[in-house]
């Protein structure tokens, strides 16, 4: 038998359309209470949970329904949309408007009048909505949520947002870009939305005080927001043609330059560091090669210059790839492909296309053999070249895969590099 304290009674649906503050507080915290880790309610029937959406929107849009009640409505709210057929057959336009404005994401300043936790609360809501439903997005796009979503976004330079509304309408914008892929192009081109969005990432860029996590948080989030945005603007990872205009080549350029400072920035907490780094380096993987060579400048000779090139930034991806692979089991996020296939496949895409970049990195992971590493097994040791050697009897295939294909770049041009290394790893 269900806990009468997890289910709605008819009494108490009667109470939150009806009843007063005081009493439709109570019935709201006892569900939230009890529910709070639930993603069905099978003990509910249709007709009551489609009275429920009713009974919350209703309270919501009332003008009389206090700021702390329509918090406790939201947050109501957001554990019920969990459930996707009723979420499907609950949700009208008039419901998607009502949300719209307690997130503030509408373009005509027509808001409901509540504060910064009400409209974070909706924006957690409107997350769960795309998240759960092909249909709701199509309600969300055809309401404007996509021009309201950017209008926000544009005002993040000129209005005092609360970090966690910045937070999470980001968070709406990747959902949506991650599973709606037509709205890519509408946010990019149309709107304005990416030039917006890097506008705003320049600005914490280019502080030179270390971020706190609130703000590495943030960072990240618009990196993955912007990954979805430029993802399609070069096919195939393909260099640049001339299909590709001025303002989609400034986008890319800045994208790089995003990458090298946010490799080296200082963090409050340390632990950030690789995730921050991460976010970053996967842009990489979707920036034409062309642009890797301001990754490079010419510069004097420095701890990590190489044939005249400056390859700090280089270096520092290859630290990340070492860090990854010399992780504890308790440090790792993800499984091994998760983990290391991102960089693997941007440091084989720069080997395989920039020639300076290809020498620095044979020399700095393929160091001429000693007499000493024929002595032992090439996959044991601690280098990064036993490290990788190790992978390359993993099962995480496509893992495998990338650092064979990164290893035979590296030695490729030098006939004799090439049979000396072939010889002690594979045919070991």
Avoid at 128 to 151: D, P, Y
Wanted: proline share 5%; with cysteine.
């Amino acid at each position: 038998m269900a806990d009468p304290r997890m289910t709605m009674s008819e009494n108490d649906l009667d109470v939150l359309v009806h009843g007063s503050i005081e009493d439709c507080t109570t019935v709201l915290k006892n569900f939230i209470q009890h529910n709070e880790k639930n993603k069905n309610f099978p003990h509910l029937s249709l007709e009551m949970k489609m009275s429920f959406y009713k009974g919350i929107f209703d309270r919501i849009s009332n003008p009389s329904t206090p700021p702390n009640v329509i918090n406790l409505l939201l947050s109501s709210l957001r554990i019920i949309v969990r459930e996707l057929p009723t979420l499907n057959l609950a949700l009208t336009d008039e419901y998607v408007q009502i949300i719209l404005k307690v997130a503030k994401l509408k373009t005509n300043n027509d808001y409901v009048n509540c504060g910064d936790s009400e409209t974070v609360e909706a924006l957690k809501v409107v997350f769960n909505m795309i998240f759960q439903s092909k249909l709701v997005r199509s309600k969300f796009i055809s309401n404007g949520f996509l021009e309201g979503l950017v209008t926000t976004i544009q005002t993040y330079n000129k209005v005092d947002l609360s970090w966690e509304i910045k937070y999470f309408t980001m968070r709406s914008l990747f959902i949506m870009t991650a599973l709606c892929r037509e709205t890519v192009p509408i946010i990019r081109n149309k709107l304005n939305g990416l030039t917006y969005i890097m506008d705003y990432i320049l600005v914490l860029a280019e502080l030179s005080q270390p971020y706190d996590n609130e703000t590495v948080d943030l960072i990240c989030e618009m990196l993955k927001g912007i990954y979805n945005l430029i993802h399609d603007i070069i096919p195939s990872s393909n260099g640049v043609d001339g299909n590709i205009t001025d303002e989609d080549m400034v986008h890319l350029t800045t994208a790089t330059k995003l990458v090298k400072l946010f490799l080296f920035h200082d963090l409050e907490s340390p632990e950030k560091q690789d995730e921050l780094q991460s976010h970053s380096i996967d842009l990489l993987a979707i920036i034409p090669y062309e642009c890797f060579n301001d990754l490079i400048p010419p510069i004097e000779e420095t701890n990590f210059s190489y044939d005249g090139y400056d390859m700090t930034v280089i270096e520092e991806i290859v630290e990340f790839l070492y860090r990854r692979l010399d992780a504890k089991p308790s440090e790792k996020r993800g499984t091994v492909i998760e983990m290391l296939s991102p960089v693997l496949y941007v440091l084989v895409r720069m080997a395989e296309k920039i020639r300076p970049i290809r020498k620095y990195l044979k020399l700095r992971v393929l160091p001429p053999l000693r007499k000493s590493d024929v002595l032992e097994r090439p996959e044991v040791g601690i280098t990064l070249r036993n490290k990788l050697c190790a992978l390359m009897t993993s099962p995480a295939g496509p893992v495998t895969g990338l650092v064979c294909n990164f290893l035979f770049i590296l030695v490729k041009e030098n006939g004799k590099y090439e049979l000396s290394y072939k010889t002690l790893y594979f045919n070991e």
